[in-house]
């Protein structure tokens, strides 16, 4: 579920800024399996146009032949710009001192709950590296808007009407999927997606 929220969040954020877009993925089974990630890199590199590339892996492979074919990357967890000057653009990356520190201190203070929760856009847990200099102009100032709607709540990734990658209506209009589903059974992909099987 963590992994197909991701892709499905990331296609409606595609889709948000052209309507007709396409994303393909690839599984790699891996979160570190340099071969195994680049594998999947290459069959997607051989099979399609592809414009930009983004993953869900620790493997730098992907970044590596995203250079050397010339196609715009997206990284994960780290900023690894420097690494790749001419098709870097950005990464999601994670802040953990801001979920861990807090938490932390509770257990010290002997006022730590534990249950389940959803940590909000506004905590500061998940970030955006530094745009590089191969990103558009007028694109940051279009990402911050929109982190500005997900901190204040204005905006759910996932409301309705969202149909799945088959044409279903998954989600109905002014509706909003569950926590429950999202974290333990989203199992199906969102309109746009194609995934190579």
């Not at 969040?9 to 396409?22: H, I, Y």
């Not at 099979?47 to 995203?66: F, G, K, N, Y």
């Not at 870097?88 to 534990?114: D, R």
């Not at 709540?153 to 969202?162: A, E, L, Q, R």
Request: charged fraction near 20%; charge should be negative; aromatic fraction near 12%.
């Amino acid at each position: 579920s963590e992994v197909i929220r991701g892709i499905n969040a990331f296609t409606l954020g595609v889709k948000s800024v052209n309507p007709d877009a396409s994303v393909y993925v690839e599984w790699c089974n891996s979160w570190t399996d340099d071969a195994a990630a680049g594998a999947a890199a290459e069959q997607l590199f051989d099979a399609h146009a592809i414009d930009v590339i983004a993953m869900h892996t620790d493997s730098l492979r992907v970044l590596e032949l995203a250079e050397e074919r010339g196609v715009w990357s997206i990284g994960y967890n780290l900023d690894n710009a420097k690494e790749f000057p001419e098709t870097y653009l950005t990464a999601p990356v994670w802040q953990w001192e801001n979920y861990y520190e807090p938490y932390i201190l509770k257990c010290l203070q002997g006022k730590f709950k534990g249950n389940n929760y959803w940590e909000g856009a506004n905590t500061g847990v998940v970030g955006l590296a530094p745009l590089t200099q191969n990103v558009k102009d007028g694109v940051g100032t279009l990402i911050a808007e929109k982190r500005e709607q997900l901190e204040s709540g204005m905006v759910d990734v996932f409301y309705g009407p969202i149909r799945d990658n088959e044409g279903n209506l998954r989600v109905a209009e002014g509706e909003s999927m569950s926590d429950a589903v999202m974290l333990n059974s989203f199992d199906w992909y969102v309109e746009g997606v194609v995934v190579h099987e």
